[in-house]
């Protein structure tokens, strides 16, 4: 079963002159409708993330100072986006969006997000357009519940996942995995439980062979009861802040790689989008929607 969160909320309104995509959070399930790949039936509304999850994974004084408009002028430009009331119930849904899919993965098949990823966010800050941790949030919150006992991140966004990576360190039950570009955002990069730094203009053939064979070492070690996967669409070649090089037709096998070890392995699988930079929308779009073509191409 393929089961898909989306919210109108996705969308956020910047102001002019602000070079942030938002517009794909619509013309994503706007396309997979309307081209087929995906019907109604399919996409659910998330809810609003409660409070007592929220602070599983992140401390207190930030969701204060984020729910009453306390962050200091320094901690808003960090996150990137303009905070506002509206941005932070945009994150709420979405992570409540990203647990929906992890728990209805679960059940069987697979959970995609249209947004999410937002892997950049700590425990006490936001950055990087990020403003909660929604991968974090959903792990904790099924080891919580008892649902999961060891869970595997795999962050392919080209920019390292350093807010994941440091809210599990030194935590065995979630295994932080992250392939990125080494010159990319962030500077300082923190320690994943794996990380891989790529050159510059890696290519499809270097990027898709390292993935083709730790894929499947890492399963194997970790055993994981379920799979987070970031698909970044800012690995593409046309990619503003992106320096790897992939075609799009290396992101889709990049995808394929994934979700066929998840069949494989029978594990359950939530997919988020991350980031996407290119200059013409139309590429990020087409990016996610492959990774949408693949997953309802294998699960259905
Ligand atoms: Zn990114």
């Given amino acids: 079963m393929v089961s898909i969160a989306y919210s109108s909320r996705y969308k ?21 409708l309307y081209e087929g790949t995906i019907s109604a039936g399919q996409l659910f509304e998330p ?32 996150i990137g986006f303009p905070v506002r009331k509206e941005l932070v119930e945009r994150g709420l849904h979405i992570a409540q969006g990203t ?10 098949g697979i959970g995609l997000n249209i947004a999410g990823g937002t892997h950049h966010a700590y425990a006490d800050h936001g950055e990087g357009f990020c403003v909660f941790n929604d991968f974090a949030i959903a792990a904790n919150q099924l080891l919580f519940e008892g649902l999961c006992k060891q869970i595997l991140i795999v ?3 080209v920019h390292q996942g350093n807010g994941t990576a440091r809210i599990f360190e030194g935590r065995s039950q979630v295994f932080t995995f992250s392939m990125h570009g080494a010159k990319n955002y962030p500077a300082k990069k923190e320690k994943s439980d794996l990380d891989i730094a790529l050159n ?22 970790v ?30 096998q990049r995808d394929r790689i994934i979700l066929e070890n998840c069949i494989k392995h029978d594990i359950p699988v939530a997919v988020c989008m991350g980031g996407g930079y290119s200059p013409k929308i139309r590429d990020v779009v087409d990016v996610h929607a492959n990774t949408f073509r693949v997953a309802v191409n294998l699960y259905t």
Avoid: N
């Fill in 200 to 221: 510059d203009r890696t290519g499809d053939h270097l990027y898709l062979d390292i993935l083709d064979s730790v894929i499947p070492k890492l399963i194997k070690e």
């Fill in 12 to 32: 956020y309104e910047l102001p002019d002159g602000h070079r942030f995509p938002m517009d794909k959070y619509e013309l994503l399930p706007e396309q997979l």
């Fill in 99 to 108: 647990l929906t899919c992890a728990l209805r993965a679960l059940h069987g």
């Fill in 47 to 78: 809810s609003r993330l409660s409070r007592d999850i929220v602070l599983r994974t992140h401390t207190e004084s930030y969701f204060y100072a984020l729910m009453h408009d306390h962050l200091s002028g320094k901690e808003k430009r960090k």
């Fill in 155 to 157: 962050d392919l966004d």
């Fill in 223 to 252: 055993k994981p009861d379920i799979i987070f996967y970031l698909a970044g669409a800012d690995v593409l070649e046309s990619d503003a802040l992106g320096r790897l090089s992939l075609s799009k037709a290396g992101t889709k």
